[in-house]
């Protein structure tokens, strides 16, 4: 995964193919050429059978080696610490706002998870190939241990309750078709499977992963109510919380991890993708989860909305940077 990869042309011209997929999603979601329901089918199509067909597919096909799982590894890692850390230095602000429960968890909940899944396996898939979507999955995994607990604990925070519901998704098809696809991996079975049937059916079925995702972002921001001169006042909350999620915290993360770069922890390649992932707009999830919880799923998908908006402008900045400094 070269670093000459990252050219902030390339990003730039993928994350309009991306948005030109989404805004067919859009669309089709505004006119009502789509039924109401597709976004909720779409989505769960995804989660439920091409997602975890991707991974599978990328876990038989990549040449991944010991020193990849091992910088695999250090991205859970580095995904389950920040986020945490992201969490308490947020805490002040959200109490200084004075905002409702309901929304202030949301601000905070939205500040940590960013789409690391519907947005940038898409995009790690178009600049840095298979083993870009495994890289972005291991810091996936970190992302869902909090996301499904802490996320969910947040979201049902002002009613008391939450994070035991949140727990039984940590397990999930993506999980298990990880695990399943490293042991086919260590125990070189994957090597027999390469180019057989059921290996091209899967691979099939995972290609559609990038577009349906895309079109379902689309369609989630046409359901978001967004009126431009509809609440002001909150508006501009979620505005500060996109640009703390898109660039305050992506660069001073970056600016730890380069430090971890230069004394031999960790290698560039690792840098380079928890940083990508850390800049990623505001995960579609959180307003599933916030509707469910009876949170201010209103201000989440503006949230999701807005954040992903300014992502056009924000990624290539945050992509311009790494190659700057590394």
């Known amino acids: 995964m070269p670093i000459e990869n990252l050219d902030t042309g390339t990003i730039l011209t993928q994350i309009l193919i991306l948005f030109l997929l989404a805004a067919i999603g859009y669309v089709s979601g ?32 990549a040449d991944f080696s010991a020193d ?52 940038a396996f898409p995009l790690f898939q178009a600049l840095f190939g298979d083993i870009g979507v495994i890289y972005a999955l291991f810091f996936n995994i970190g992302n869902d241990l909090l996301l499904w607990t802490l996320g969910v604990y947040l979201a049902g925070r002002h009613k008391g309750g939450g994070i035991k519901n949140g727990l039984k998704h940590i397990f999930n098809a993506n999980m298990i078709m990880f695990i399943l696809g490293t042991v086919l991996e260590l125990t070189k079975v994957s090597d027999k499977l390469k180019g057989g049937i059921l290996y091209q059916t899967v691979d099939m079925i ?20 967004t009126g431009f001169f509809k609440n002001i006042g909150k508006k501009f909350i979620v505005i500060m919380m996109s640009v703390q999620k898109l660039l305050i915290a992506p660069i001073l993360i970056g600016a ?29 999830l959180t307003v599933s989860i916030a509707a469910e919880y009876d949170s201010d799923y209103e201000m989440a998908a503006e949230g999701v909305f807005i954040s992903t908006l300014l992502s056009i402008f924000t990624l290539p900045l945050i992509a311009y940077l790494i190659k700057l400094v590394l």
């Not at 995972?206 to 109510?225: N, Y």
């Not at 971890?260 to 800049?279: L, T």
Request: glycine fraction near 8%; charge should be positive; hydrophobic fraction near 55%.
């Open 206 to 225: 995972g290609k559609a992963t990038s577009p349906l995702s895309m079109i379902f972002i689309g369609l989630v921001l046409a359901g978001a109510k």
């Open 256 to 284: 730890i991890l380069l430090f971890a770069v230069k004394q031999g922890w960790i290698s560039d390649v690792v840098m380079m993708v928890a940083v990508m992932q850390f800049a990623m707009p505001v995960g579609t």
């Open 30 to 61: 505004k006119t009502g050429y789509l039924p109401e329901k597709t976004g909720l089918v779409t989505s769960k199509l995804v989660i439920r059978i091409t997602m975890p067909a991707l991974i599978l597919s990328k876990m038989l096909s």
């Open 68 to 119: 990849n799982y091992f910088d695999g590894l250090k991205l859970m890692g580095i995904a389950f610490g920040f986020l945490l850390l992201i969490y308490i230095f947020t805490l002040p602000f959200t109490k200084m706002m004075k905002l409702p429960d309901k929304s202030r968890h949301i601000y905070s909940m939205q500040t940590l998870f960013g789409n690391v899944i519907f947005f």
